[in-house]
């Protein structure tokens, strides 16, 4: 069973919790984001929903919840960004050098159109 942690106070949130139930095998969580730090270090959940803020910090969030992939949902915008953190433990600069350059592999150039600046 996955665990899925909501924080958000809009009413958008109401109805993505009551849309999930219907998907087997989740656990749905609330919790209010002012208090989402007093859940820290739970490596149970493994999915939190937010809502974006302006004084929200990101890293904070991967280390409360470590295990967790974060979608950062900017109502406003309808921009949902998905963050993953992995951690490393690293003793020496060499393997930060190791894991850098595992990082920028890169198998294909990604190449994209040129930017025509009119949005559709």
Not at 61 to 88: C, D, E, K, W
Request: hydrophobic residues 50%.
């Amino acid at each position: 069973m996955k665990t899925i942690l909501l924080s958000g106070n809009s009413i958008w949130f109401d109805g993505l919790a009551d849309s999930l139930p219907e998907v087997q095998a989740l656990h749905v969580v609330r919790a209010d984001p002012a208090n989402v730090h007093l859940l820290a270090n739970c490596s149970q959940v493994d999915l939190v929903v937010m809502d974006e803020t302006p004084n929200m910090d990101l890293l904070s969030m991967l280390h409360i919840f470590p295990a967790a992939v974060l979608l950062v949902v900017n109502l406003a915008t309808g921009r949902l960004t998905v963050v993953h953190g992995q951690s490393y433990v690293v003793s020496t600069v060499q393997e930060v050098v190791q894991l850098i350059r595992g990082i920028t592999a890169v198998r294909t150039r990604l190449v994209l159109p040129p930017y025509s600046g009119a949005s559709s």
